[in-house]
């Protein structure tokens, strides 16, 4: 009988400390595998849990020593309990045997299984394991502090300082994977936006400029007849205004502004002048991420690009950067009647003053863009002579076929992708 009282005691005893063991396994996981942004995010909240769990890792050092004292603890005394039921059931051969089983028991109930619980859902053992692992903390302090107090001197003499923590802050291209394994959470189209604004330091103000032979201007030497029609026709808010060649840039005007004046039959050389603003000069590879501070900062909406000799290169404006982080505003604000001709074999017939990010967003391709801005500077670059018309060449996955030059420039281009012209052959 006393036999039998003594073992049901172990057994429970040893129950119990297997209990303890897995607890303080799957508390160590769940606490390590919490998102520290989704931990924040929470503290800020006020949830207890939240409140208690950062506070924990504030000092990991002391919550791992904590841990592992309580871990190893109840490991070694169940282990003892272990062996003394095997001695009192097997005599000396119940030492192997405890052994043995009690290896396994471990590994599967107190190790693999609640660990694996904890990392699939940190947040629900992490917090209320919390509210065990604060006040033990406090409780066994002193142990704490010597244990930590020894192995931070140890790894001193290894080389390894236990006041460096590694950032937690993370870099643009951590937050781009975060944004893009985000899932369902954030909708496709606001993912796509937050990534672009990210791009915005790999695209400069030369990528998206209105090249200087297309910019639209006013010339204010003309007469007051061409310079009212040029403004009723005009697709811009803004223009720069000029004196005889774009050279001499004087100023933009707000369209706006100048119908006002001639609503109210006031518009005449001397008026418009009065209402011209100084012209706000960007310089050549500016990122696009700084020139939207710096338009902001300046409270400016259009800037003509300028290279190191301050001639114009083109024309940017605000609403040229919007458009590389949220897409197009309009059906056809990317002139896809002038420059892009879809064509009934697959193949599209585009203009070799094409811009190609516009050609890319539009057709969804991928045309280097680290060179040349527009197609025809593209050919130009890698053939290093103007072609004939009929000449083909291949970049990347696209087909490239001149159709049409002058005597300085290639005029039209049709283009095709492999994959299509690989679909037509089969």
């Known amino acids: 009988m006393p036999d039998t009282t003594s073992l049901t005691l172990l057994f429970t005893l040893l129950f119990v400390l297997l209990l303890f063991s897995a607890f303080f396994s799957s508390a160590e996981t769940a606490l390590m595998s919490l998102n520290r942004y989704r931990l924040r995010h929470l503290e800020h909240e006020g949830h207890a849990g939240a409140i208690r769990a950062s506070q924990l890792l504030a000092r990991p050092d002391r919550l791992i020593g904590l841990i592992l004292l309580g871990n190893n603890f109840v490991n070694i005394f169940a282990s003892a309990i272990a062996t003394v039921i095997g001695v009192k059931l097997y005599g000396e051969n119940g030492i192997v045997i405890a052994t043995f089983i009690l290896t396994l028991v471990v590994l599967l109930f107190a190790e693999v299984t609640p660990k694996t619980l904890a990392a699939l859902h940190p947040e629900r053992v992490a917090f209320p394991a919390s509210m065990i692992l604060k006040p033990m903390l406090i409780l066994l302090f002193p142990l704490v502090w ?76 003309g007469t007051m007849a061409d310079i009212i029609k040029q403004l009723s026709y005009c697709s811009n808010t803004r223009l720069p205004v000029y004196e005889d060649s774009m050279d001499n840039i004087i100023g933009i005007v707000h369209v706006r502004k100048t119908m006002h004046l001639f609503a109210q039959d006031n518009l005449t050389k001397d008026s418009l002048n009065g209402i011209i603003k100084d012209v706000y000069f960007v310089p050549e590879g500016t990122a696009l991420n700084t020139q939207l501070i710096q338009f902001q900062k300046h409270r400016r909406r259009t800037g003509l690009v300028v290279d190191e000799y301050g001639d114009i290169l083109g024309l940017i404006t605000l609403e040229d950067i919007f458009r590389e982080i949220v897409g197009e505003f309009t059906a056809g604000s990317i002139d896809e009647d002038k420059d892009i001709h879809p064509q009934e074999d697959g193949s599209y017939l585009i203009n070799g003053s094409a811009n190609i990010r516009d050609i890319n967003r539009n057709n969804h391709w991928h045309l280097p863009t680290d060179g040349p801005k527009t197609i025809n500077g593209l050919i130009l670059e890698i053939l290093e002579t103007i072609p004939q018309p009929g000449v083909s060449l291949r970049v990347k996955n696209y087909v490239i076929e001149v159709v049409q030059t002058t005597d300085n420039t290639i005029k039209t281009v049709r283009i095709r992708s492999r994959a299509e012209l690989e679909q037509d052959k089969a």
């Open 146 to 221: 010597f244990t930590n107090a020894i192995t931070n001197r140890l790894l001193r003499l290894l080389g390894v300082s236990p006041e460096e923590t590694s950032s937690a802050a993370i870099n643009s291209e951590e937050l781009r994977m975060a944004l893009m394994e985000a899932g369902s959470i954030i909708p496709k189209r606001h993912k796509k936006m937050l990534v672009s604004i990210l791009d915005l330091e790999k695209v400069t103000v030369n990528d998206v400029m209105v090249p200087r032979n297309e910019i639209e201007g006013i010339d204010i030497n």
